[in-house]
């Protein structure tokens, strides 16, 4: 999994409350248990003019420059609530998307964020909307900074905000681990425990 250590990117403002999964990426859009070929399919009923095509909105956000580019994502309250569906985070992911900014998450979608590499930042909902009107309404779309190490968002007119991440999450994201990874992290402790388990409890390993 790519590491999140810190990033100065083009952040597109998408204010919209209680986004769901499905409004991530439709169903229809799933056509592949991997985490490729999803992208096309993000915001699909947003970015394209009819479902099912690629005719582009022109008034979506992401269709608009500068924020074609946007690495980061400025969202509403409660973005990413409804089903547990992963594919809306590998989406969201393989687009482009490495920090996403909002009031709240849904819970389960905040935790496949962290398990992909994306970091889910909570501000409050006054600041998301300052940050949103800064990057709005100019060609030039200044960028926002994000920091993981510091643990801090930097605003175009230099106003820093701190943000709070449990550890274990920071450090997956830090280090670039899943949750596989994270807990292998600890295998000498747990082949010790299996030893010592062994000698206690035989006829489990019967």
């Not at 099912?52 to 309250?77: K, Q, T, W």
């Not at 643990?151 to 681990?177: C, K, Q, S, Y």
Request: glycine share 8%; aromatic share 8%; net charge neutral.
């Amino acid at each position: 999994m790519e590491k999140f250590t810190r990033i100065t990117a083009v952040a597109a403002p998408l204010l919209r409350i209680n986004i769901d999964t499905d409004a991530i990426i439709p169903s229809r859009e799933m056509k592949t248990v991997g985490k490729t070929g999803l992208a096309a399919g993000l915001f699909a009923n947003w970015r394209y003019r009819t479902p099912g095509s690629r005719d582009e909105a022109p008034d979506f956000v992401l269709n608009r420059e500068p924020y074609r580019h946007a690495r980061i994502l400025l969202a509403g309250a409660n973005f990413g609530c409804g089903s547990s569906r992963e594919h809306a985070v590998w989406a969201l992911h393989e687009w482009g998307i490495r920090a996403i900014i909002a009031p709240s998450f849904g819970a389960i979608f905040a935790g496949n964020c962290v398990r992909n590499g994306i970091l889910p930042v909570v501000l409050d909902n006054a600041v998301v909307e300052d940050l949103a009107r800064q990057v709005e309404g100019d060609a030039s779309s200044p960028p926002l900074t994000v920091d993981l190490v510091e643990r801090t968002v930097t605003a175009p007119d230099g106003a820093r905000h701190a943000f709070a991440i449990n550890d274990t999450d920071r450090e997956m994201l830090l280090e670039g681990l899943d949750g596989i990874a994270h807990t292998l992290k600890r295998d000498d402790a747990i082949l010790a425990f299996q030893a010592q388990d062994r000698l206690r409890r035989p006829w489990i390993y019967l």
